[in-house]
DNA sequence: GAAAAATAGATGTATATACACTTAAATAAA
DNA sequence: TTTATTTAAGTGTATATACATCTATTTTTC
């Protein structure tokens, strides 16, 4: 059963198409001998992260924005308008080594967001999204949302699975 | 049931330990909205296969690799004594957008591999892998596997189920 | 066979990652 | 209260990513 067919989608947010190019683990790597399923599975991750980043990379690139600095925008919008200081951003990035004070002086030329000492500490500095940043964000969302909707067809119980086995992968008790 | 306990593990290859976390995505990422479970498990992709990665990571840095050169060995070893061009390389890489000319560049600094130029074709260069690169191949390899058969307790049926769900997420037929 | 197009690889730049180190401020311990 | 420790953020460096561009070949087309 076909779920979605490859060929090119059009973004109506940026007036853009994207092209969506569908193959197989063994393709994608040309291997076709793994040591285990496990083994696999891993490399099929690493994978799908890769190809999951470079399509919302090209959505994200019309908007002039790179995947960290628009993980940095949607964490500030979880709580604006709270001001948040690094460490509190740094904790719910999805890759927890990212250099979160380079990425936020980034979106400050942008003006994307804005940067001030925290009243409360010193050592802290805090930062919200400034208008233009809760602009940027909301049209750059529209078109991710629209990718997502467009590249992956998937039945909820499905994802739903796969959310199970990830944790479970990662040893969580689920 | 537990599959995993949280806590260290001991690599006899390095004579190392490593210290096993195990979090949920809603502890990881600290949020507990998301818009629906494809778009939670997205992020959750995205999650662990950072997680894999750090982990992966910290065992090959005993061995001074970084986890795109350990990918570019792996590559070579699949087809040694054979010598592989550039594009054959990066046509198999995990992440296609790595630069594997200077990838080579710094295995070459490590004696590693060894470059030469195509004697077929004047534009191309041809890599395969030193004695030394075969040996640190093999014992990284085996801290590799040690790392993923202890972080990773998972039957071979759900990492089956994990690689289908993971190509019909990527929308291949499976 | 000569000109045009395509290909392989190298190189340059901005951003990000991974990790060590520094500085200033806050907190804990003496 | 003075010192020691911890914490928050910023800085520095090597490597990697994501592109764009350049050069030297090879292949195609006329």
Redo the contacts with the bound molecule.
């Keep these: 059963m076909p779920i979605l067919k490859a060929g090119k989608i059009y973004l109506e947010n940026t007036c853009t198409y994207m092209y969506i190019c569908i193959v197989k683990l063994e393709q994608a790597i040309q291997s076709t001998k793994f040591k285990n399923e496990m083994h696999k599975a891993s490399l099929n991750i690493l994978y799908t992260a ?1 190809w999951l ?2 399509q919302m ?2 959505v994200l ?1 019309e908007f002039g ?8 925008l949607r964490i500030l919008k979880g709580k604006y308008p709270e001001q ?7 904790c719910r ?14 979106l400050v ?2 003006k994307l967001v804005k ?1 001030a000492d ?1 009243p ?7 930062t919200t999204l400034t208008q233009a940043g809760l602009a940027v964000l909301a049209a750059s969302t529209e078109s991710i949302n629209q990718l997502m909707d467009e590249m992956v067809k998937m039945e909820n119980k499905e994802a739903e699975q796969l959310n199970v086995l990830l944790e479970r992968l990662r040893g969580t008790e689920v």
């Design positions: 890769w980043k470079t990379s090209k690139k924005l790179t995947h960290e600095q628009y993980n940095v948040l200081c690094v460490k509190d951003i740094s990035m999805i890759e927890k080594s990212s250099n979160v004070p380079r990425i936020i002086d980034r030329i942008k940067r925290s409360t500490d010193k050592r802290e500095t805090v």
